[in-house]
Nanobody, 116 residues
């Protein structure tokens, strides 16, 4: 069973930055994609950013230009750098890893709260 360990959430003021980390128990290159999703209270879980094994990452329109997904191969970790945070970014953020056969794995979630 693959485990995804997330960290980096917290409380930040509007306009601030946070970096989320996701460390899988298996090589990040063994997955077809790795992604970040989020779920705010009363809302469905939504895709924030996805990094494919090959090709450019894609982002939700609401975070384009503010968030960036990246991989550190040496640390076997995927990051979500979040800048210019807004109150509407408040949510539980989940790391996701997907196999070629579409099998998915999820992290436990980390809370991000943007508030003054």
């Amino acid at each position: 069973q693959v485990q995804l360990v997330e960290s980096g959430g917290g409380l930040v003021q509007p306009g601030g930055s946070l970096r989320l980390s996701c460390a899988p128990s298996r090589s990040i290159f063994s997955f077809n994609s790795m992604a970040w999703y989020r779920q705010a209270p009363g809302n469905e879980r939504e895709l924030v950013a996805r990094a494919l094994r090959w090709g450019s990452p894609n982002y939700a329109d609401s975070v384009k230009g503010r968030f960036a997904i990246s991989r550190d191969n040496a640390k076997n970790t995927v990051y979500l750098q979040m800048n210019s945070l807004k109150s509407e970014d408040t949510a539980v953020y989940y790391c996701n890893a997907q196999e070629v056969d579409s099998t998915e794995y999820w992290g436990q979630g980390t809370q991000v709260t943007v508030s003054s």
